[in-house]
T-cell receptor, first 115, second 112 residues
Framework: GAVVSQHPSWVICKSGTSVKIECRSL??????MFWYRQFPKQSLMLMAT?????????EQGVEKDKFLINHASLTLSTLTVTSAHPEDSSFYIC???????????FGPGTRLTVT | GENVEQHPSTLSVQEGDSAVIKCTYS??????FPWYKQELGKGPQLIID?????GEKKDQRIAVTLNKTAKHFSLHITETQPEDSAVYFC???????????FGTGTSLTVIP
């Protein structure tokens, strides 16, 4: 499968600060990347679809001004959690879409803890 | 939209036995059904997938079956090993760049 990296793997921040998470596609150029959120012992919840060169498409209920997504290149998408609060603490996972097969490959995830 | 249901939510088997996880989907237009394995603290890893033009696919100890008429697909793991212990997610998608709809996950424990 394709290799996807995320950075950082875990981060602790104070309430009110912003945190940026990077997702990199290492094996191919990805026009489309996805950002998911996962709570303990729950399934993956799609937050937004990140499209290179255009605005991200957010799922219903996800605040676009709070979760800023930038897909500036075909190998990098970033998710910035702005003015983080304890309820934003979660496991954030990105995936990249293979442009030929449309299969999705996931990154290792980023554990965010807001204190 | 698509709705994917997954059963059971937890499954314990003795090492060497088989494990079966079942999923159903609602949208007859879905044509791609991947299975992911997620270990604690890690991202999901694609372990096998099947497309709607195939009824069964096998990769060593792992197999997936698809019944398009009944709209259900299953993951079969034979000769289970302790390292198979993880959470498994099924998903359904219309494979043209659309989103994946995930099941709720099955926590598999293989008892040595």
């Amino acid at each position: 499968g394709a290799v996807v990296s995320q950075h950082p793997s875990w981060v602790i921040c104070k309430s009110g600060t912003s945190v940026k998470i990077e997702c990199r596609s290492l094996d191919f150029q990805a026009t489309t990347m996805f950002w998911y959120r996962q709570f303990p012992k729950q399934s993956l919840m799609l937050m937004a679809t990140s499209n290179e060169g255009s605005k991200a498409t957010y799922e219903q209920g996800v605040e676009k001004d709070k979760f800023l997504i930038n897909h500036a290149s075909l190998t990098l998408s970033t998710l910035t959690v702005t003015s983080a609060h304890p309820e934003d603490s979660s496991f954030y996972i990105c995936s990249v879409e293979d442009p030929f097969s449309y299969e999705q490959y996931f990154g290792p995830g980023t554990r965010l803890t807001v204190t | 939209g698509e709705n994917v249901e997954q059963h059971p939510s937890t499954l314990s088997v003795q090492e060497g036995d088989s494990a079966v996880i079942k999923c159903t989907y609602s949208d007859s237009a879905s044509n791609y059904f991947p299975w992911y394995k997620q270990e604690l603290g890690k991202g999901p890893q694609l372990i096998i997938d099947i497309r709607s033009n195939v009824g069964e696919k096998k990769d060593q100890r792992i197999a997936v079956t698809l019944n398009k008429t009944a709209k259900h697909f299953s993951l079969h793991i034979t000769e289970t090993q302790p390292e198979d212990s993880a959470v498994y997610f099924c998903a359904a998608s219309i494979l043209t760049g659309n989103q994946f709809y995930f099941g709720t996950g099955t926590s598999l424990t293989v008892i040595p």
